[in-house]
């Protein structure tokens, strides 16, 4: 407590208000909300949903997640393209009791934004017995193309 009490003392009025964006969702997270489903999600404001042929994430474009420049970073960029194409892949892959890990990221990026959202959405290539390749597009609100990534997912038996 002392030190998120040094935190909030040495902060301006924008990083509070980052700072209480987070903790807002680090609550909803802990409190076994689905809205983030792990705690990643919940620290750059994540969210995403599975479709019959698609997997989609999408995250707002605030100064949490901007670069040096004050553009959406190409990490962040990388994460939700296979967070994207990763819900996908999960989902062929627990038809047959499996789950996925990615083996595999390929991520060109093509143009940035100061949009207010990123959205990623990912399809299946190929799926076979031991891998499933995917791609994805990444876009703003406004439909320009941000980034294209192909991804190779291993699956495996999860551990009990």
């Known amino acids: 407590m002392k030190k998120f009490q040094q ?3 040495q902060s301006n009025e924008e990083q509070r208000k980052l700072i209480d964006e987070v903790v807002d ?3 909803l997270h802990t409190a076994g909300d689905d809205t983030y489903r792990f705690p990643l999600n ?3 404001g994540s969210t995403g949903e599975t479709l019959e042929n698609a997997g989609i994430v999408r995250v707002k474009n605030t100064s949490a997640i ?3 420049l004050g553009y959406p970073h190409g990490g962040i960029i990388a994460t939700i393209a ?4 990763g819900r996908i892949a999960n989902a062929h892959a627990q038809k047959h009791g499996k789950r996925v890990v990615t083996s595999n990221l390929n991520v060109h990026y093509l143009a940035t934004t100061t949009d207010d959202e990123l959205i990623a959405t990912g399809s299946i290539i190929k799926e076979g017995r031991t891998v499933i390749v995917a791609e994805c597009t990444v876009t703003d609100s406004t439909g320009r193309e941000l980034a294209f990534a192909t991804a190779t997912f291993q699956l495996i038996t999860p551990r009990t």
Do not use: C, P
């Open 66 to 68: 901007g670069n040096s």
């Open 82 to 85: 296979d967070g994207a194409m």
């Open 42 to 44: 919940a620290l750059i």
């Open 25 to 27: 969702r680090l609550l």
């Open 7 to 9: 935190l909030l003392d």
